[in-house]
């Protein structure tokens, strides 16, 4: 086995490894995100540990994050990704974790921090703990509730919650209609204000946003739900290998009478079923931080247990480094 950088003109090649080996829906570490961190102004390196023939038997996207005073961090999001029939998952892991440890000295990279997608259980938290120094919570959701969508219609309807069914109804009774397109990019930013604000939470900038778009093309669509020709309800939605994710929503507070966000899920789903997709991920899910959110997408599939991810950790390259840098977090 050797460890190699992928370069642009073979990201056909990485992303088909993403698409059939990762355990979810793989875009964060894709060429597709590769691009958008690039658009942003961050390195991005793609980092593959392969056989002799350079088939590629795992894969890391590793994101550099300036820090002060010239050093950085590497952040590597729901990543690495094995393949599937590795034997030897240890070794590859150690192979790649040795090049990254080489390439933080030349980097300056005082830590890399990884929230893999791997299920949370005890087997994968010895691993982790032997591989890394310390756990540090979550950077992508540390739970998510997944989907499949290998029934019909009519059996995914019949499995939800009656209040979910009874919302959508609703929605299609008021005559709420959807649509998508990049056009209603405006019309997504602008209750993505409105909801920040409601539920006084930070939202990434307006132009974070239209750089994903941008960048993502094809495997992002902005899914809209209309009232009278007025934007209600927005979705960012991902379709990307088996998987379409609920990535961000936003809704306007005024029109909450008309349920638009149930029949808007709802149509998504039935949009991915009719794109061949297999899984549908609703991202995110926190019954203690996000009661009210979680409860909304627990309503499509209550019958189906949460995905609950091994979280994130830090591996340290630089410890005195990385102690001020901990310090300086705790005083924000």
Not at 149 to 176: C, F, G
């Amino acid at each position: 086995m050797k460890a190699i950088f992928y370069r642009e003109q073979s990201v056909e090649k990485w992303d088909e490894f993403i698409r059939n080996n990762s355990v979810d829906f793989g875009l964060l570490q894709s060429s597709y995100w590769a691009k958008f961190q690039r658009s942003l102004g961050r390195e991005v390196f793609l980092l593959a540990a392969t056989d002799e023939e350079e088939n590629i038997l795992a894969a890391a996207l590793i994101i550099e994050q300036p820090l002060k005073f010239g050093f950085n961090y590497f952040y590597l999001p729901r990543g690495p990704i094995l393949v599937d029939a590795a034997t030897d998952q240890l070794s590859l892991l150690e192979l790649l974790w040795g090049e990254i440890g080489r390439l933080a000295q030349t980097r300056r990279a005082v830590f890399l921090r990884f929230d893999p997608a791997w299920q949370d259980n005890e087997a994968v938290q010895l691993l982790l703990s032997g591989l890394v120094e310390r756990p540090v919570g979550q950077v992508q959701p540390r739970q998510t509730l997944i989907l499949a969508l290998d029934r019909s219609e009519t059996e995914l309807l019949a499995a939800m919650k009656p209040k979910t069914r009874y919302n959508i109804k609703i929605a299609q009774k008021h005559k709420v209609t959807i649509d998508w397109g990049g056009d209603y990019f405006e019309d997504f930013w602008r209750l993505t204000e409105k909801t920040s604000q409601r539920q006084q939470i930070v939202s990434h900038p307006k132009e974070y946003y239209r750089k994903m778009v941008a960048a993502l093309g094809e495997q992002i669509q902005i899914m809209v739900a209309l009232v009278d020709r007025q934007v209600v309800a927005a979705n960012l939605v991902i379709f990307f290998g088996d998987w379409c994710v609920y990535l961000h929503g936003a809704s306007d507070y005024v029109y909450r009478e008309k349920m638009a966000p149930f029949l808007l899920q709802w149509t998504t789903i039935v949009e991915a079923k009719k794109k061949g997709k297999k899984y549908y991920d609703f991202w995110g899910v926190d019954e203690d931080k996000w009661p009210g959110v979680s409860r909304f997408k627990k309503g499509f599939a209550p019958n189906t247990a949460f995905t609950a991810y091994a979280g994130a950790w830090d591996k340290i390259y630089r410890p005195l480094w990385y102690n001020i840098y901990q310090l300086a977090i705790r005083k924000r």
